[in-house]
């Protein structure tokens, strides 16, 4: 059992789920029935575990090349190819009927396109061709705010695509920090991580340019979802934190010093995890 939970991993599901009850919270500008909060969570899970699980069966061949990836199911044997593809499925299949049952059917749609988005156009299309495989294929972990959004109001709004944009920026700098770490790993595998394939010079630069786009769009959500003064606080001192310590990463490769890139990592965690505590605040005090 627990080599099948770790199929899907749950970590990265955790981190899914802290952005979608707050955009539920926001669509419905109050707190929506725990019945639909409940079943949104759930076939979130499974569509999210569907992905991860299908990720770990197409890229059993390189986990078992990076150290940090060595001790996953598939590596060690504890679960087969075949019935990881078989759990795989039943989790797709299970995210789809509850969604399109429980929730509403574009929320089902939704989920499915994420799953297709990772499994086909990152993990089979640019993972292991492009530099830039992060950047468009990190979409995929963005869904989870339109599902939480279409599941309140049968729709797509512009305060969940902003706030999907939001996510979309906040990718780059999250993974290209963890990559600094891990770049021989992702070498070794074959993976063409931007720190592989760039300096550390550019990753850096690049990093600090996309921090700056996330910050600028998390505070357009204010005038477009009427969030508040209390989120434009909120939103404008963590995306100050942020780009401290993205300059930070840039001045210490300048320097040519010691390079920390797991504080930018462990802090863009906390950046998003309280930028959407902040937008469920302002939906339940600032309907």
Same mark, same amino acid.
């Given at each position: 059992? #627990?080599?099948?939970?770790?199929?899907?991993?749950? #970590?990265?599901?955790?981190?899914?789920?802290?952005?979608?009850?707050?955009?539920?919270?926001?669509?419905?500008?109050?707190l929506p029935s725990l019945w639909l909060i409940l079943a949104t969570l759930v076939?979130?899970?499974?569509?999210?575990?569907?992905?991860?699980?299908?990720?770990?069966?197409?890229?059993?061949?390189?986990?078992?090349?990076?150290?940090?990836?060595?001790? #996953?199911?598939?590596?060690?044997?504890?679960?087969?190819?075949?019935?990881?593809?078989?759990?795989?499925?039943?989790?797709?299949?299970?995210?789809?009927?509850? $969604?399109? $049952?429980?929730?509403? &059917?574009?929320?089902?749609?939704?989920?499915?396109?994420?799953?297709?988005?990772?499994?086909?156009?990152? !993990?089979?299309?640019?993972?292991?061709?492009?530099? *830039?495989?992060?950047?468009? /294929?990190?979409?995929?972990?963005? $869904?989870?705010?339109?599902?939480? &959004? *279409?599941?309140?109001?049968? !729709?797509?709004?512009?305060?969940?695509?902003?706030?999907?944009?939001?996510?979309?920026?906040?990718?780059?700098?999250?993974?290209?920090?963890?990559?600094?770490? @891990?770049?021989?790993?992702?070498?070794?595998?074959?993976?063409?991580?931007?720190?592989?394939?760039?300096?550390?010079?550019?990753?850096?630069?690049?990093?600090?340019? @996309?921090? @700056?786009?996330?910050?600028?769009?998390?505070?357009?959500?204010?005038?477009?979802?009427?969030?508040?003064?209390?989120?434009?606080?909120?939103?404008?001192?963590?995306?100050? &934190?942020?780009?401290?310590?993205?300059?930070?990463?840039?001045?210490?490769?300048? #320097? /040519? /010093?010691?390079?920390?890139?797991?504080?930018?990592?462990?802090? *863009?965690? !906390? @950046?998003?995890?309280?930028?959407?505590?902040?937008?469920?605040?302002?939906?339940?005090?600032?309907?």
């Amino acid at each position: 059992m #627990r080599s099948y939970v770790a199929l899907t991993k749950p #970590r990265i599901i955790e981190q899914l789920l802290i952005t979608t009850i707050p955009v539920m919270l926001l669509a419905e500008r109050g707190l929506p029935s725990l019945w639909l909060i409940l079943a949104t969570l759930v076939g979130g899970t499974f569509a999210a575990g569907s992905a991860n699980t299908f990720n770990c069966y197409i890229d059993r061949d390189i986990d078992q090349v990076m150290a940090r990836t060595r001790a #996953r199911p598939l590596v060690r044997a504890n679960v087969t190819p075949a019935e990881a593809l078989r759990f795989g499925v039943l989790l797709g299949v299970a995210a789809t009927l509850l $969604f399109g $049952f429980a929730v509403n &059917w574009p929320s089902a749609l939704l989920a499915d396109a994420a799953i297709a988005f990772y499994v086909f156009v990152y !993990t089979l299309g640019l993972k292991r061709r492009s530099s *830039s495989n992060i950047v468009i /294929g990190g979409a995929a972990g963005c $869904f989870p705010v339109l599902i939480g &959004w *279409s599941a309140v109001t049968g !729709t797509v709004g512009w305060p969940a695509v902003l706030l999907f944009a939001v996510i979309f920026f906040w990718t780059p700098p999250h993974f290209w920090a963890l990559a600094i770490k @891990y770049r021989d790993d992702y070498a070794a595998a074959g993976i063409p991580m931007l720190p592989v394939v760039a300096s550390p010079t550019v990753v850096a630069r690049r990093i600090l340019g @996309y921090s @700056y786009v996330m910050v600028a769009t998390s505070l357009l959500l204010v005038p477009v979802a009427d969030t508040g003064w209390p989120y434009l606080v909120v939103a404008a001192l963590l995306g100050g &934190w942020f780009l401290v310590e993205a300059h930070r990463l840039v001045r210490s490769v300048r #320097r /040519g /010093g010691q390079i920390r890139p797991m504080r930018l990592f462990h802090l *863009s965690i !906390t @950046y998003l995890t309280l930028l959407f505590a902040a937008v469920a605040l302002a939906a339940l005090w600032h309907p």
